[in-house]
Structure formats: C-alpha cells, structure tokens
C-alpha cells in the first residue's frame, strides 16, 4: 500500500497537477463584478464579463474546433455542450502523448464530442484507432427506454467517421465492447446509462494501456458517484480521479 501510495503521489506532483494547472486555468471560470452573463454549460453555470475573457476555453482555436463538430448536432447549442466538449479535448489531448493505446467513445449520439476530438488527435500518423460505440437506435439504455434528441440512425456517423481508423460497433455496452481488439488509452462514457457504463468499467480494466485516461460524464449527477467508485475499485493499479464542476470525472491511471 505503501509504494502504492509512493506512485500515486508522483502521478499528482509530476503529471497531474501540471496538466491541470496548463489545461484549466482560473480565467475559465471567472467571476467578475460590473456587466456579468451567466452561461449555462450543461449542469455547470460560468459567470463571465464576455465570450472572449481570454482563456483557452473560448479561444479562436478550441471555437473553430467546436463549430465544426456543432455541425454533427441537429438540436443543442454551442454553450450547452462547449464545457463537457472542452474537457473530453483536454483528455484525448492527454492520451494522445501516451505511446500505447486506442481511444473509445462509448455513448456518441450524433457524435459532436469525438468529431472535436478527430480535429485534435491525429490517429493516422499515430497509427491509432478510434472506436465508436453506442446502439443508434433512439434508445438509452437496454430496457429500450426512449431519450428525445438522440441519434437513431448509423447511417449518419458511419458517413460523418468514414476513415480507416474508425471503427463503429452498434450495440449495448458493456456487451458490445467484445468488439475492441486493442488496448486502450483514452475511454469516454457517455452513454446516461449508469448501470450499464458501471459494468463497461469492469470489462475494459482488462485491455487498459500501461497509460491511460478515461471520461466519465455523468458521474457526479444524481448520486451515482459511489457505483462509479465502485467499478474503478475492480481496476488494480493507481489511479488519481479529477471531478470537475459539472459532474465529470477525470481518471489518470
């Protein structure tokens, strides 16, 4: 437990805490007196004197990135997603410098999220692969429990992430994640369906890369944070988690 402990205080000091100061800087979530808008950013609301308050947030580079991959959404706004977008970027970002290792999207929907991502991470010249995993038929979770706004048709991603790196696998998880081959990196859950995703933990600790990251979405929303912790208990190795203001979980692992 000791050189456990050892580990993960060196994972904090040397990686973690750097990454964060780098990627998350204070002016993000600014707080100002005068002419203040309030912005709602899914679960999360920033208060701020503009849309340019100087941080990475809503720079030129990460707003050209979220407009391209806003096109893939026929419903929610720019600000709803921007955040959660935002870290899932920072993560993928992250992997990307890991030498070992895929990347896995489970819960794509329309697919906004890895379409911001693809325009970061360069999977052809890293020989990586990207999967896409979810069951595009209207549906959250296997009970065939219906959620509005949802991508049901596959024809739409398997058009929009036509590359050779991309590897779509329609289906429930954890089940469909029999059809990952490869070690992984990255790994983003996003699928609303707790039970479902607490099982996909369990499953996927066994093909982790050396290094890793993954993204838990909904992981502070509506007390399910203990079955989160939970599931990351099975993975044997050290770990440091992040939780952001909005309900998200970075794992470092």
């Given amino acids: 437990m000791k050189l456990c402990q050892k580990i993960k205080n060196h994972i904090n000091r040397h990686i973690v805490y750097p990454l964060i100061k780098k990627y998350f800087k204070k002016e993000t979530f600014l707080i100002a007196k005068g002419n203040i808008q309030e912005i709602h950013h899914q679960s999360i609301f920033q208060h701020c004197l503009s849309f340019t308050d100087g941080s990475q947030f809503y720079s030129k580079g990460f707003e050209d990135v979220l407009s391209k991959a806003m096109l893939n959404e026929p419903y929610y706004d720019s600000q709803i997603m921007r955040y959660r977008v935002y870290v899932a970027c920072v993560a993928a970002h992250i992997a990307e410098s890991y030498k070992e290792g895929d990347f896995c999207f489970i819960g794509v929907s329309w697919g906004v999220t890895p379409k911001a991502v693809e325009q970061l991470v360069d999977y052809a010249s890293n020989n990586k692969i990207c999967y896409l995993i979810d069951c595009w038929d209207g549906s959250l979770t296997s009970d065939g429990h219906q959620l509005a706004n949802y991508c049901s048709d596959v024809s739409h991603i ?11 696998i329609q289906g429930y998880v954890p089940f469909a994640c029999h059809g990952v081959e490869s070690r992984l990196a990255f790994i983003h859950l996003n699928t609303g369906d707790v039970q479902s995703e607490v099982g996909t933990i369990s499953l996927l600790s066994r093909i982790l890369a050396p290094r890793a990251v993954m993204l838990i979405d909904n992981y502070d ?19 440091t988690k992040l939780c952001l203001p909005n309900g998200q979980l970075m794992v470092f692992m």
């Fill in 158 to 168: 398997q058009s929009s992430f036509n590359d050779p790196y991309y590897k779509i």
């Fill in 221 to 239: 929303l509506d007390g399910n944070a203990r079955l989160y912790d939970l599931a990351l208990e099975t993975i044997m190795r050290p770990m």
